[in-house]
């Protein structure tokens, strides 16, 4: 079998920590191994619309932000074909014939998806859009054929999702489409990191982010006001470090390299970890080692940002050629599938 990896993310901001650490890195880190046949990454604005289709210019500027943090990364269009979801018209057609494989109270089951409805607000007005999501989101893994989908734990509900999908179709129609496969950080706490002001998650729509993009100002801002142990509040005060975001965003970016170059009286984390729980160190202190870890991390990032930036036409040139050939792709997908469904009449 092919080795197929996708994945793409919503065009409602810049990328930030989370999605690094989530998601971003494992990206990289598979590009560059170059273990696969085919890798896919899409900037998923039909998606956005769903909870945003009431403000496509937010939806529209973003493409070309996310597209810059994704070069930015290190993510190489020589080795990935970039697209645009909403160019991609076989999407649709797939997603209308897998909706009649789910029931509403399946889809209205999803944790990630309640979730979510809560956060926004939607009440009892829930656009029948936002909850088809996860059917959609099916259609973008299954008209690639993805086997490989590297995300946070947010996104395993939609991969179960899709898994069940692929099964009952290939079920009723015989076998068609491939089964994927999440895959999500070996470290826990990447897996969802929680946002700055300590609320589970790091989002884009929970405004608790920092992002790729941010300069060293903001990242200093930002990581000084910090939550961290409410308890610990003279420096000889033993503190909690499980708890305490700081030190749970030193857990997802911090190696002992950044202890030898910012930190030497440690010699890792577990160390610092040890004095903090034991009282006697400061948070300013912590927070500084923090926002150097970050410093160090980010640098790269933004110098190619600085380059794109300059150079936008060439980005757009990139996701048109990518969506050109991603479209291809899915088109040969919707032939199979309408061939198994017995709708291919005149082929
Ligand atoms: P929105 O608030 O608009 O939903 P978001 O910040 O949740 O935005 P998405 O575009 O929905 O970002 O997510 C893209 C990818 O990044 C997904 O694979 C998701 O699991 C991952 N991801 C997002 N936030 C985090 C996080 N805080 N920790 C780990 N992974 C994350
Ligand atoms: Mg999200």
Redesign the pocket.
């Known amino acids: 079998m092919k080795k197929i990896i996708l994945?793409?993310?919503?065009p409602?901001?810049n990328l930030?920590l989370?999605?690094y650490?989530?998601?971003l890195k494992n990206r990289v880190k598979l590009q560059n191994e170059g273990d696969y046949d085919e890798m896919y990454v899409f900037i998923?604005d039909t998606q956005?619309l769903t909870d945003n289709f009431n403000n496509p210019k937010k939806i529209r500027d973003n493409i070309i932000e996310v597209a810059i943090d994704y070069l930015s990364v290190g993510l190489d269009p020589s080795k990935v074909t970039f697209f645009i979801q909403s160019t991609i018209s076989p999407l649709c057609e797939l997603t209308m014939y897998y909706m009649n494989l789910v029931t509403l109270a399946r889809l209205e089951r999803n944790p990630t998806v309640k979730q979510?409805i809560k956060q926004k607000e939607f009440g009892s007005s829930i656009p029948v859009g936002f909850l088809n999501y996860p059917i959609s989101q099916t259609a973008d893994i299954t008209a690639f054929e993805a086997t490989i989908i590297p995300?946070?734990?947010?996104?395993l509900p939609m991969i179960e999702q899709a898994r069940e999908i692929v099964r009952s179709f290939n079920n009723i129609y015989g076998e068609t489409l491939v089964e994927p496969k999440a895959i999500i950080p070996d470290a826990e706490v990447?897996?969802?990191?929680?946002g700055t002001d300590g609320k589970a998650?790091?989002?884009?729509?929970?405004g608790n982010?920092i992002y790729l993009k941010d300069d060293s100002e903001t990242v200093k801002k930002k990581v000084m006001s910090m939550y961290t142990d409410p308890n610990h509040i003279r420096v000889e005060d033993p503190g909690d470090t499980k708890n305490n975001t700081v030190f749970i965003y030193l857990e997802a970016l911090s190696t002992d390299e950044h202890f030898k170059k910012y930190l030497p009286e440690y010699n890792n984390l577990n160390e610092l970890k040890a004095h903090y729980e034991k009282g006697g160190l400061g948070d300013v202190k912590v927070k500084k080692f923090l926002y150097n870890v970050i410093e160090d991390i980010l640098n790269p990032i933004r110098e190619k940002r600085n380059y794109y930036e300059e150079n936008t036409d060439l980005v757009y040139k990139i996701l048109e050629e990518g969506s050109s050939k991603a479209l291809a792709k899915a088109n040969e997908t919707l032939k199979k599938v309408k061939k198994s469904m017995l709708i291919d009449y005149f082929d």
């Open positions: 994945t793409g993310d919503r409602t901001g930030h989370g999605h650490v989530g998601s998923a956005a979510e995300v946070g734990d947010d996104q990447c897996r969802r990191l929680p998650k790091m989002s884009k729509s929970l982010c």
